[in-house]
């Protein structure tokens, strides 16, 4: 029996898990400084998860599942696919600017060039 492995399309849109935990908060009517105290971090922690500035780590996240009763693997799996597309468009930019070969400097001799300009044979 053969198995067919399709792949879904990927979006483009990059929403760190802190956009999402800033909109938790709201809906619920607390704080950030709030939900600090409840996971004894300190606030400024929990702003720069907000502003996308720190990732969610595992450790992160089960405070998260325990001061907001959203599983723990729920957010690991938002700060992957972040992660992920990051990556992602990071590289395709780079590969959109990226001289392409044939563009670089021409050797017409045939040969190697050195450093120093002096050719191998």
């Known amino acids: 029996m053969t198995s067919t492995r399709t ?12 956009e999402l935990l ?7 009517g607390l704080t950030q400084r709030e939900l600090a105290t409840a996971m004894e ?7 720069e ?6 990732a969610i780590t595992a450790e992160t996240a089960v ?18 696919t972040f992660d992920l597309r990051r990556v992602r468009q990071e ?3 780079r ?3 990226a001289p392409t070969a044939g563009h670089g400097p021409v050797n017409r001799g045939g040969r190697a ?9």
């Open 7 to 18: 792949t879904r399309p990927e979006s483009d849109l990059l929403i760190h898990p802190g």
């Open 22 to 28: 800033a909109e938790e908060l709201e809906v619920r």
């Open 41 to 47: 971090r300190p606030a400024q922690a929990i702003n």
């Open 49 to 54: 998860i907000v502003r996308g500035k720190r």
């Open 63 to 80: 405070q998260l599942e325990q001061a907001l009763g959203i599983p723990a693997y729920l957010w690991l799996n938002m700060q992957s």
């Open 91 to 93: 590289r395709a930019t």
């Open 95 to 97: 590969r959109r600017t």
């Open 113 to 121: 060039r050195r450093a120093g300009g002096r050719t191998s044979t």
